[in-house]
């Protein structure tokens, strides 16, 4: 597996923090955090990561609006993204893919088995 | 005309000498001339047009000239033309004699009707003509017709004075007034004669100065019964003077008569018909009723037969009347006795009324006690006709309508609830008008605009026939239910959501611990870390559980049905299910068959997975958990609900599929089985048979109420069989597309 940069958008820091360390621990790639949409949309335009966490649920600017915001500009729209959500429905999962994101992992999930999930979903 | 006869006679006398037969004919000459001047009738001798050429006297009387004067004149002047005698000769051939009436104007003025006899050519151009005066004799037939006439006149005009009255006593009056009148006579009395004999004076009309008899009473010795027999055979005494011996009358009775001043009397009887009578119709005889009479008092009078045929005409008109009288009187009975009856019926009528007051008044009663406990409900209830009216409501539908019970009343569903809202109300009003029991929430706009939610259960009144007549709607304000379990289903769903978060970062900070990369923990720190890790996705299953139930619960989900081949399903679940059952080392036996199902895959494959975890979590190693699934044809009308039988609840979601055909879906185990009475128990949530043995299984206490509320979303069943020892079956039914 080769090494890859992941970025994890999440206003709860526990939650930056363990899937950090789960990725880090099982594939060892490189993860980096932003705690609201606007900050990772703007690390996302710098460090052209290889794909993207999103959480749904966020104060100020959600998930949603986030994904949104990051297809709108040139250098994002190509990054694929997977949103982080606790609606865990069938039929949100399929107006999630309507939208056009990559993937949906639902919590609570294991951090551990996230390399493989994200592995699975974007067919690395 | 004397020169003819002799000539007719001659004839045979040819041979007689010519002196004697001189001699006769001067003989027969003075005898005719005598004959023609002394003969009643007037003769004149006419010529061709009508001119005398001789008259008599009589003729000479008859037009009122002297014979010189008349001579010469032409009788046509007197006859206006009509005598023709031109005619008249001219059918002598074949008529001998003409024969006629004339009137004549003479010429003393005097008018006279004549009748003629005219011989035409007694001699050549000379005619016979013989005039009779009979104008006197028709002035008297005129007198006697005149006279007649009158009588007829009186006739009528007493009959009809008789018959403008019914009452017999006032019909007997006017009769003696009015004979007494007509007659000039000084009594007229009716008699009436009583069945032993005796009389009685009914009616009289006397002049002032002779005594009065009317009531008087009579012994029968003055009207014997062999007279009365004559009477009653219509004898009729006319009797000028009592006491000509002539008339036969009895020493005693003219001494009778003669104390009330009587000279004169006439007897009529009046008779009653016997036929009449119903009780005799086999005798057709006439009884004497009473007699007719009139009285002359200061002289004897010779009666008339006018007087006498008035009297009996009158005496036939008071037969007639006692006919009539008679008649009268029975239909007066039957008018009684149908009066009575009329009276009869009247009362019970009456009696009806009152009773019918009563009980109205007694309903009316209940009605008002019945509205007063209704109106005391904060409920709205209604009895609403088959047209869709209102026939009662409380006051409750003031505070929510503003409208009073008396204006609602008579308005249709529509009026009352708005357009919007009737919609929503409209297919389960028809299902109570088609007889069943309905029960049903819904979100109503009130006219205001505020929005309520309702409770409604329409509860149909059938009657004898079986017809719908109407039904009952009871709704209920459950607004404040509804906004209570929003909130509860709010607050679920957040705090479902809100735990997920730290359950992520707990669970896969336990998991990072469980690796021992991040340092090597004793042999107690890892089984204390080992009960941490199994509690936390406890914890994890039994949020994801709530919050389904939940949102199943609530109506958030709409199951998204679309045909499915079952035999697909079950292979997945059993694929998902068999890592478990290698770990718990029971085999997994599935039996699929294509059937086609109407079902949302991702939660029957959840409903699937849960009875299968429970049976492999259930049974110990070695044992198996079978999977089976059959088609069926459903006589349980519980599966079909799409025509629900009458009086049953009528769902709020009718099933969508017009078909009973259904798949039966069975997981059997062979566990320890289930005990007869937690067997409908299992399913209500938290509910397990022995709740120690759920938490050692690591179980939530939800899975199967969340299968029985997905297969009800899905309008089928669900239920177990347990044979306790030997194992448990939980089977579910969900509606089938096809034959199988």
């Known amino acids: 597996m080769t090494t890859r940069r992941i970025l994890i958008i999440d206003d709860e820091e526990t939650i930056q923090t363990v899937v950090q360390f789960g990725i880090k621990m099982t594939a060892g790639w490189d993860v980096l955090t932003a705690s609201s949409g606007s900050k990772g949309i703007q690390t996302a335009q710098t460090e052209q990561p290889d794909a993207i966490l999103l959480d749904v649920m966020m104060p100020e600017m959600d998930g949603i609006a986030t994904f949104k915001a990051l297809q709108s500009y040139p250098e994002t729209e190509q990054i694929p993204v997977i949103l982080l959500t606790a609606k865990a429905q069938a039929a949100e999962k399929r107006q999630f893919n309507d939208l056009g994101v990559s993937g949906v992992i639902t919590k609570p999930f294991n951090s551990l088995d996230l390399p493989d999930q994200i592995a699975r979903i974007l067919h690395w | ?740």
């Open chain 2, 1 to 740: 005309m004397s020169k003819g006869s002799s000539q007719r006679s001659s004839q045979p006398r040819k041979q007689k000498s010519s002196s004697a037969i001189a001699g006769q004919k001067r003989t027969n000459k003075l005898l005719l001339a005598a004959l023609f001047e002394n003969a009643c009738d007037a003769i004149a001798i006419i010529d061709d047009w009508g001119y005398f050429i001789d008259v008599n006297v009589a003729a000479m009387q008859v037009f009122g000239l002297p014979g010189e004067a008349l001579v010469g004149c032409n009788v046509q002047d007197f006859t206006d033309g009509a005598l023709d005698i031109e005619q008249i000769r001219g059918h002598a051939q074949t008529k001998p004699k003409s024969l006629g009436e004339l009137h004549l104007v003479c010429r003393d003025g005097v008018q006279r009707d004549v009748e003629y006899t005219l011989t035409p050519e007694v001699l050549p151009h000379r005619h016979l003509l013989i005039l009779r005066d009979i104008s006197g004799r028709r002035e008297v037939m005129e007198n006697e017709l005149r006279r007649q006439r009158q009588r007829v006149e009186l006739f009528s005009e007493v009959t009809l004075k008789i018959r403008q009255s019914l009452q017999l006593k006032e019909i007997l009056q006017t009769t003696v007034t009015e004979v007494q009148r007509i007659l000039q006579a000084d009594r007229v009395l009716i008699y009436q004669v009583f069945s032993d004999g005796t009389g009685k004076t009914i009616s009289e009309a006397v002049l002032p100065d002779y005594p009065v008899i009317l009531d008087m009473e009579f012994p029968v010795e003055v009207f014997p019964t062999d007279y009365q027999q004559l009477y009653a055979q219509g004898r009729v005494r006319a009797i000028a003077d009592v006491h000509d011996p002539a008339n036969g009358l009895t020493d005693c009775l003219v001494e009778f008569v003669e104390q009330f001043g009587i000279k004169a009397k006439l007897i009529v009887p009046i008779l009653q018909n016997l036929n009449s009578h119903p009780q005799n119709e086999s005798n057709s005889q006439n009884q004497l009723w009473g007699l007719l009479i009139a009285h002359q008092c200061n002289t004897p009078r010779h009666w008339v037969d006018f007087e006498l045929e008035l009297m009996q005409q009158l005496a036939d008109q008071i037969s007639i009347a006692l006919a009539q009288a008679q008649l009268l009187e029975h239909l007066e009975d039957r008018v009684e006795a149908r009066t009575v009856e009329l009276k009869e019926v009247n009362r019970n009528l009456q009696q009806e009324i009152t009773d019918r007051m009563q009980a109205e008044a007694a309903l009316r009663q209940s009605e008002e006690q019945l509205r007063l406990i209704t109106n005391a409900l904060p409920v709205l209830i209604a009895y609403i006709d088959d047209q869709q009216r209102y026939r009662f409501n409380n006051q409750a539908y003031q505070d929510w309508f503003g409208r009073s019970p008396a204006e609602i009343d008579g308005c249709h569903l529509r009026d009352v609830w708005g357009e919007n809202s009737y919609q929503k109300m409209q297919p389960h009003v028809e299902a109570a008008l088609a007889g069943h029991v309905v029960t049903y929430e819904n979100d109503i706009l009130l006219n205001n605009g505020s929005p309520r939610s309702v409770d409604v259960t329409y509860i149909p009144d059938v009657d004898d026939q079986k017809t719908v007549k109407g039904f009952f709607a009871l709704t209920s304000d459950i607004s404040d239910r509804k906004a209570i379990e929003r909130m509860k289903d709010e607050f679920i769903s957040v705090v479902s959501h809100e735990l997920r978060t730290p359950l992520t970062s707990l669970h896969s900070a336990l998991k990072m611990l469980a690796t021992g990369r991040l340092g090597t923990l004793t042999t107690d720190g890892q089984q204390l870390l080992g009960i941490a890790d199994e509690s936390t996705e406890r914890l994890v299953r039994l949020v994801n559980n709530v919050l389904d139930l939940q949102r199943i619960e609530s109506g958030e989900v709409i199951m998204d049905r679309q045909a499915h081949n079952a035999a697909d399903l079950m292979i997945q679940a059993t694929e998902a299910m068999q890592p478990m059952a290698h770990q718990h080392e029971i085999t997994l036996v599935t039996q699929p068959a294509d059937i086609l199902i109407w079902a949302d895959c991702d939660y029957i494959l959840q409903a699937l997975t849960n009875l299968l975890s429970n049976a492999i979590k259930f049974s110990s190693s070695g044992k198996t958990v079978w999977l089976t699934v059959e088609h069926q044809q459903c006589t349980n009308p519980e599966h079909n609900l799409t025509h629900p039988s009458p009086l049953t609840p009528h769902p709020s979601q009718p099933a969508p599929l017009p078909t009973s055909a259904v798949a039966l879906f069975r997981v059997r185990d062979e566990g320890q089985g289930i005990p007869a009475d937690q067997l409908e128990r299992i399913f209500e949530r938290f509910q397990q048979v022995d709740s120690s043995d759920s938490r050692k299984k690591g179980g939530t206490g939800l899975g199967l109420t969340i299968c029985r509320k997905i297969i009800e979303q899905h309008d089928g069943r669900i239920w177990a069989e347990s044979l306790p020892g030997q194992g448990s079956t939980f089977s579910f039914t969900l509606p089938a597309l096809n034959g199988g």
